[in-house]
Structure formats: C-alpha cells, structure tokens
C-alpha cells in the first residue's frame, strides 16, 4: 500500500471545470484515481478531461447541476453503473452573492444556500449509500475560512460554510462506524474565477497579501495535496477535521 496512492479509486469532484475543483480533480487523478469532472457546461469539463489525460491520468465527465438533486442524485447512479462504485466525493461547487445586508433578497440567501449546502447534504446522503456498503468511502466538503469568521456582504455564504463544517462533524461520527470518514477543507483566499472581483480590486488585494503571513494569494494548485491527503491511506485516521489552508491567515491577529 503506497500511502499517498488513488490507484483504483473512483472519485467524483463536483465544480471540476474550472478553479479549486479542477487542480484537487488534477490532483486526483495524478495520484491515480479515476476522476468524474462535473459542471454545467460539456464543453469546459471535456477540456478538462483532455488535460488530465494528456498528464496521463483517468477522467470522465457528468453533467449536471449540482442545485438540481434529481439530477445529481441520478448522475451518481449513472456514474456507480458506470464504474461499479464511488469512492471518493469532494463536494466542492460554489457560488457566491455579494450585496449589502439591506439588498441581499432572501430568495438570493436561499439560492446560495441551497447550492453550497444542502446540494452537499443530498449528494452526501446518496455517495453513503453505495459508500456503507463497500465499508469504504472519503467525503471532502470544501468549506472556507468563513467557516469560522465573518465579513461583510455575504451573510449567505457564511451561513452555508459554517453550516458545511457542522455537516462534517455529523457525518464524520454517523458514517465512521461503515469506514467512511468525512473531513473538510477550508481554504483562504486563492485566485479563482470565483473571486475575479477581488483580485481586481488592488484595496482588497492588499488587505489579503497584508492579512496572509505567507503575503500572498493562494494559487489553486496548492490545495490538491489536501484533498490526495485526505483521501489516500495517509488520511485513513482523519475524520470530521476542518484542514483550513489558507497561508497563515486565521492565525493572525
Ligand atoms: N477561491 C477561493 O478563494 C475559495 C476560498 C474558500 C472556499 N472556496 C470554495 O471552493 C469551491 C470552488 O471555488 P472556486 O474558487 O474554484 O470557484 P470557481 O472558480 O467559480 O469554480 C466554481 C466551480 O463550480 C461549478 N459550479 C458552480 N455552480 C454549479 C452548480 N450549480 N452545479 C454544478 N457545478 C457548479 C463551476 O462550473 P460551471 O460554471 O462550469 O458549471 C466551477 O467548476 C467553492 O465551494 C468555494 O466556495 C473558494
């Protein structure tokens, strides 16, 4: 047993087209797994398989919207079919809505809330059925470091990764007991198409280069590691931990 090695596990990595979700698929599927990209769109996630491929790896695509549970239920059926399991869930799809508290509508609340939390709660849900019965599984929710602090603008958001990492917790002690552990990761501030926004906007930049000891944004590529980690032998004893990777920023006061 190689204690980094995917070989022969079937991962599915929601949000893979593009940003955090592409380099942790990348990642992946280098450490020998075979990945499923999922997105909205065919065309970025055939890219993005072409890319793994080309670097020698395995991947596949399924298309679906996370926010639609009839569909994201089904595609993981489609994709235990398909590769006779899943082992590895990484519920990594986000959005985000930025708008002062006395604009933010409540349906924009909900969307957000819906998208980057209970989507995570249903696909779990459905991943442990085929994980359970196999005594083997690896849930990854990509949470954030407003897990655990606050800002303005995206109450949200906020709600939704807090609640993410409270959902870790309950599944990492529910699905132990089946050989399933459950962790998150809560990245910092890495560039991503997610926050074009603010690294547009030179006032923000500094403040995350002056916030981060390490006096920088993360670059995307630098969380794949976490999530070979957590799912390889290495991270066989990890369960319900909340792995913030974020330069040294919510450790300084
Ligand atoms: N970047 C950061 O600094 C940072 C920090 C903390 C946490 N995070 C979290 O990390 C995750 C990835 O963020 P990112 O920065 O990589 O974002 P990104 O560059 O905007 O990528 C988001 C990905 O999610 C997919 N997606 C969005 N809505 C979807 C839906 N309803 N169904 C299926 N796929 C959907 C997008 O694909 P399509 O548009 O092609 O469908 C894309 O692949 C998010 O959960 C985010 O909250 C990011």
């Known amino acids: 047993m190689e204690i980094f090695s995917l070989t022969g596990k079937r991962?599915?990595?929601?949000?893979s087209s593009r940003g955090l979700g592409l380099e942790m698929a990348r990642a992946l599927a280098s450490a020998g797994a075979h990945v499923v990209l999922n997105g909205r769109y065919e065309d970025t996630?055939?890219?993005?398989?072409?890319?793994?491929?080309?670097a020698g790896g395995s991947a596949s695509i399924?298309?679906?919207?996370?926010?639609?549970?009839?569909?994201?239920?089904?595609?993981?059926?489609?994709?235990?079919?398909?590769?006779?399991?899943?082992?590895i869930l990484i519920n990594n799809a986000?959005?985000?809505?930025?708008?002062?508290?006395?604009?933010?509508?409540?349906?924009?609340?909900a969307r957000v809330?819906?998208?980057?939390?209970?989507?995570?709660?249903?696909?779990?849900?459905h991943a442990a059925g085929y994980m359970t019965g196999q005594k083997f599984g690896r849930i990854i929710n990509i949470a954030s470091v407003l897990s655990v602090l606050g800002r303005p603008t995206v109450p949200a958001y906020i709600s939704a990764k807090a609640g993410l990492a409270g959902l870790t917790r309950g599944l990492a002690v529910e699905l132990g007991p089946d050989g399933v552990t459950c962790n998150a990761i809560a990245p910092g501030y890495f560039a991503t198409e997610l926050n074009a926004a603010l690294v547009e906007d030179p006032e923000f930049?500094?403040?995350?280069?002056?916030r981060t000891p390490l006096g920088r944004w993360g670059d995307p590529a630098e969380l794949g590691g976490a999530a070979v980690f957590l799912a390889s032998p290495a991270g066989a004893y990890v369960n319900g931990h909340l792995l913030v990777i974020d330069g040294g920023m919510t450790v300084k006061l």
């Open 11 to 15: 991962a599915l990595v929601t949000g």
């Open 45 to 54: 996630l055939r890219a993005g398989v072409a890319e793994i491929e080309a």
């Open 62 to 87: 399924s298309v679906f919207d996370v926010s639609d549970e009839a569909a994201a239920l089904g595609a993981m059926d489609q994709m235990a079919a398909d590769f006779g399991g899943i082992d």
């Open 94 to 109: 986000g959005i985000v809505h930025r708008a002062e508290l006395k604009e933010f509508t409540t349906e924009d609340y």
């Open 113 to 125: 809330v819906h998208t980057n939390l209970t989507s995570c709660f249903y696909m779990a849900r």
């Open 205 to 210: 930049n500094q403040f995350v280069c002056d």
